[in-house]
């Protein structure tokens, strides 16, 4: 039987009105690995409605989103919700699975007026790319990068025809800080730094290039790849500046 949570959820609606006589369901399903075992403690992302997200709702329509996590069984149930088309997403926090909405593509399902829409969700392993950036000299900000936070150094990868993804700042310490990023295994990816405020030296101490550094890499299949580096002081002033 599903388990029902209370989600954090969002509600964009043209009217009270229209949000209280909407007709409303459920959304159910299970998120699991590719051998069908449940993942516990999923998040799922879940965004759609009376009009599917990415344009503006018209008289009458909604658009609703949230997140909801799987119980001890992988399942997950959110109710009253306007019937609607809607798109998942799902990761597992400190588990190495792809999100499908990286990788791969969102999990659609519809839920009907007086009805439960079920979707199942099978994820992939992927493996961790860990970027260590040494930071003696503290040139860069003491605190985890925000949403909106102006980043003084980018760290992310490249891969198939110029498709980017940035990887997390997920923790800052006394000596510097660590990115993070959840990839898939045997594909051919360029680690890519950028910043326009601090030089960067590798693990052997030669110079990175800062404007756009292109490393290649492809990770192994159940081994976390890892990459060091350290600030060695400010970036050099750009021509013409």
């Not at 609607?84 to 926090?93: H, I, Q, T, W």
């Not at 003696?136 to 490249?158: A, H, Q, Y």
């Not at 198939?160 to 510097?176: E, H, K, P, R």
């Not at 730094?193 to 492809?218: E, H, K």
Request: proline residues 7%; charged residues 10%.
């Amino acid at each position: 039987m599903l388990k029902t949570f209370v989600p954090a959820t969002f509600v964009l609606v043209s009217s009270l009105a229209a949000q209280s006589q909407a007709p409303v369901g459920s959304l159910g399903g299970s998120v699991s690995d590719q051998q069908g075992n449940a993942l516990a403690g999923a998040e799922v992302r879940y965004v759609g409605g009376t009009r599917i997200a990415g344009s503006r709702p018209g008289p009458g329509e909604t658009v609703v989103g949230g997140t909801v996590i799987t119980d001890a069984n992988g399942q997950f149930a959110v109710s009253g919700m306007p019937a609607g088309d809607y798109s998942l997403c799902a990761d597992v926090p400190s588990a190495a699975y792809l999100d499908p909405c990286i990788w791969q593509q969102p999990v659609f399902v519809t839920v009907p007026a007086t009805g439960t829409g079920i979707a199942t969700l099978a994820l992939s392993e992927g493996v961790f790319l860990k970027v260590r950036v040494n930071d003696p000299l503290g040139l860069l900000p003491s605190t985890v990068d925000g949403l909106w936070t102006l980043r003084k150094l980018v760290v992310g990868v490249t891969y198939a025809n110029g498709a980017y993804q940035g990887a997390q700042n997920v923790s800052v310490d006394a000596t510097g800080r660590n990115y993070q990023l959840i990839v898939p295994p045997g594909v051919a990816f360029n680690l890519r730094l950028f910043s326009r405020d601090v030089a960067l030296t590798d693990a052997v101490g030669a110079s990175v290039d800062i404007s756009g550094s292109l490393i290649p890499f492809q990770a192994a299949e159940g081994q976390d790849q890892s990459f060091t580096f350290t600030v060695s002081g400010p970036a050099a002033p750009q021509a013409g500046n």
